[in-house]
């Protein structure tokens, strides 16, 4: 079995409440694998729109551009969302050499998820 890497995901969005579009964050708590690197997924219209947002594991809240305000046909749809959070460690992982098997569980060593249901 893998290893585990523990992580709670409190900020914004709270569950079942609106995402301002920009705003993602999570907090680790003790215990676990370090982290190498969190994935956030984010999908409406059903899953037919998705942002992968990726970040460094040390990375613990950030700010995404809001694409929405540009125009309506970029960015998530309005309505429903869900949002997948994923924390992850990687044997020999190197941010600057990173792949696409890196953003998946078929490439982690050890990892934690979260989902979260809001609007938008």
Do not use: C, H
Request: charged content about 10%; proline content about 6%; hydrophobic content about 40%.
């Amino acid at each position: 079995m893998p290893g585990v890497t523990t992580f709670q995901a409190t900020r914004p969005p709270a569950p079942n409440s609106a995402w301002d579009g920009v705003s993602l964050a999570s907090t680790r708590v003790a215990g676990g694998a370090a982290v190498d690197v969190v994935v956030y997924d984010i999908e409406s219209a059903g899953g037919l729109v998705a942002w992968k947002v990726v970040t460094p594991g040390t990375t613990q809240s950030l700010t995404v551009p809001d694409l929405g305000s540009l125009s309506a046909d970029l960015g998530p749809s309005r309505g429903a969302l869900t949002i997948s959070v994923s924390a992850a460690r990687i044997d020999g992982f190197s941010y600057g050499s990173l792949t696409y098997r890196d953003l998946s569980t078929n490439g982690w060593t050890a990892y934690a998820q979260d989902v979260f249901f809001a609007s938008y």
